[in-house]
């Protein structure tokens, strides 16, 4: 199975401060025949479900702000937020459906 | 806008059986992949199975290969998930996703959830 490892595990962030996040896999999840990494980042706020952000490594999802951001390729991967708001306060997952059983990072806590 | 609420969820005994339901709205449930994510309550995610959009390709995480059966009803937009021989590690909330058309695709998107808690 892939693992994916994030860090930081949590971090403290003031309002308007960008902030990054990292995700490494254990596995390359680069297909090179259509070139496209199979990683996607959700955010889980409080007592909701997980929300996809982003997939394709750097594709948002429609209606998430363009603060959030993906990047990164094969087995190294970031998620930056570029000015953090109060309503961003959440879990971060990376997650990977390059092959199955598709599995996730075991999240960052972001707090202000 | 797609919809997705999961039933079935409540006190099951180890060795036990509970089957979840689902009910989709707001899309052609035919067309998509669905799966089960289960998160332990204040822990982290797993993806535990998938079935394809006409039902006839299904995988498992090995924790629940051959005691979980997933399966769906396009006519009745539902996906359900059959979960016999429980065991107390399934406690968690059980969550219906929907992914795309395509077997390799994210969870897009994810219902509210069903408490499942498993305990004698």
């Known amino acids: 199975d892939i693992v994916l490892t994030q860090s930081p595990d949590s971090l403290a962030v003031s309002l308007g401060e960008r902030t990054t996040i990292n995700c490494k896999s254990s596995q390359n999840v680069l297909y090179s025949s259509n070139n496209k990494n199979y990683l996607a980042w959700h955010q889980q706020k409080p007592g909701q479900p997980p929300k996809l952000l982003i997939n394709?490594?750097?594709t948002r999802e429609s209606g998430v702000p363009d603060r959030f951001s993906g990047s990164g390729s094969g087995t190294d991967f970031t998620l930056t937020i570029s000015s953090l708001q109060a309503e961003d306060v959440a879990i971060y997952y990376c997650?990977?459906?390059?092959?199955?059983?598709?599995?996730f990072g075991q999240g960052t806590k972001l707090e202000i | 806008q797609v919809h997705l609420v999961e039933s079935g969820g409540g006190l099951g005994k180890p060795g036990g059986s509970l089957r979840l339901s689902c009910a989709a709205s707001?899309?052609?449930?035919?067309?998509?992949?669905m799966s089960w994510i289960r998160q332990v309550p204040g822990k982290g995610l797993e993806w535990i199975s998938y079935i394809s959009n006409s039902g006839n390709t299904v995988d498992y995480v090995d924790s629940v290969k051959g005691r979980f059966t997933i399966s769906r009803d396009n006519d009745k937009n539902s996906l359900y998930l059959q979960m016999n021989s429980l065991r107390t590690e399934d406690t968690a909330v059980y969550f219906c996703?929907?992914?795309?058309?395509?077997?390799?695709?994210?969870?897009?998107?994810w219902g509210q959830g069903t408490l499942v808690t498993v305990s004698s």
């Open positions: 394709w490594a750097s």
């Open positions: 707001g899309f052609t449930f035919s067309d998509y992949y």
């Open positions: 997650q990977q459906y390059f092959s199955f059983p598709f599995t």
């Open positions: 996703v929907r992914q795309s058309p395509r077997p390799r695709s994210p969870a897009q998107y």
